[in-house]
């Protein structure tokens, strides 16, 4: 019985350690991507009304139009990419911060009166220990998905847009 028991173990140990190994080498950073990069750039903005939100548009220019950017990993969010239908090579990624609201939650000794409450957003971890100016983005390359780290982003001033029209002085 003992015999069988290490035996498990150890088949389970290489299942994880064939896992892991697979898990690791999908994600590999590219280090030469089959396409080159005209601007990147991230800009700040905020919703003009109240609880309206908040967010980090990336944007990410191609030279030329040659390969399909899928999805941008940024400060902890994943988001898909979008194409401007303007220009083909330029790709936004929308990261929204949703308003959080003092009076959203409940707080009681009894936890049926807690079931309205939203669930907090966490921010997911990963092993690409970026800094604030860099992000990683997915494309697809031949039917497999392929990882680039873009560094050095630049911040763009925030164009804050008033919501009230300004008046004229005639």
């Known amino acids: 019985m003992k015999t069988m028991y290490k035996l498990f173990n150890l088949l389970m140990l ?5 896992s892991c190994s697979h898990c690791s080498s999908t994600n590999d950073l590219q280090k030469n991507p089959p396409f080159d990069l005209e601007k990147v750039y991230y800009e700040y903005w905020t919703s003009g009304v109240s609880d309206g939100g908040s967010g980090i548009n990336v944007f990410i220019e191609l030279k030329k139009e040659l390969v399909q950017l899928d999805s941008v990993y940024f400060r902890g969010k994943v988001v898909n990419l979008e194409v401007k239908p303007s220009n083909k090579k330029l790709f936004i990624g929308r990261l929204l911060y949703v308003p959080s609201n003092k009076f959203d939650r409940v707080f009681n000794m009894e936890p049926s009166k807690e079931y309205k409450n939203k669930v907090p957003i966490i921010e997911m971890n990963t092993y690409y220990n ?5 992000c990683v983005v997915s494309y697809k390359l031949r039917g497999k998905t392929m990882y680039y780290k873009i560094t050095n982003m630049v911040e763009k001033r925030r164009h804050d847009v008033p919501m009230i029209p300004a008046t004229t002085n005639n």
């Not at 290489?14 to 064939?18: M, R």
């Not at 970026?130 to 860099?134: A, Q, Y």
């Open 14 to 18: 290489i299942v994880v350690v064939i």
């Open 130 to 134: 970026l800094e604030p100016d860099e």
